[in-house]
């Protein structure tokens, strides 16, 4: 009986010793971190290329009509207005990167069409379905926030979008413009 005593004592204690090595191993293993969808996003931004505005001349320009601080500005009022060309690299909220082409007028010359002064501190864009993009002023006039006609060589069929470029997130971006509001 002693030394079936033993014998299971000692068995306990090799299982003992393995058991404090094992975890000992396991602890001392290099850690590795999952990314998460937001670091993922982030990434994502921080490799995007930054977009740059080029004036193209040829496009056909379909009608559209926007209300600027309750002055309409259509197709027509911009026509003595260049055109331009911007390349974006966006991450929608599911975290999918995509590159488009937005063909379009800068914001700023749609607020100088419609006679607005600069003096603001937040443009409000509105849809047509109640959907609004809020931008800062200093976001509102970079000459890569469009008011785009087109998007990688197709004309929108119901309105314009508000396109702030230098965003690469999806969802400031507004289909089916309809208004831009400027608050203090």
Known sequence: MKRSLLIILAVLLALALTACTEQQ???????????TEEQEINDAQA??????????????????????QDIVITDQEMTNYPVYRVETTSTNTYGTTTTRVYVGYSASDILGAAGVSSDF???????????QVKVNHKVALEPTTLVAISEDEVHFQTGPWFAPCSSNMSPDYLRDLVSITLEP
Not at 47 to 68: H, L, M, N, R, Y
Request: glycine content about 4%; hydrophobic content about 40%.
């Open 25 to 35: 191993s396991v602890s001392d293993a290099p850690v590795t971190e999952v990314a």
């Open 47 to 68: 490799s995007a290329p930054d977009p740059v505005t080029e004036e193209i001349d040829g496009i056909e320009i379909p009608a559209f009509s926007i209300t600027v």
């Open 121 to 131: 501190t937040t443009m409000v864009t509105l849809a047509d379905d109640g959907y």
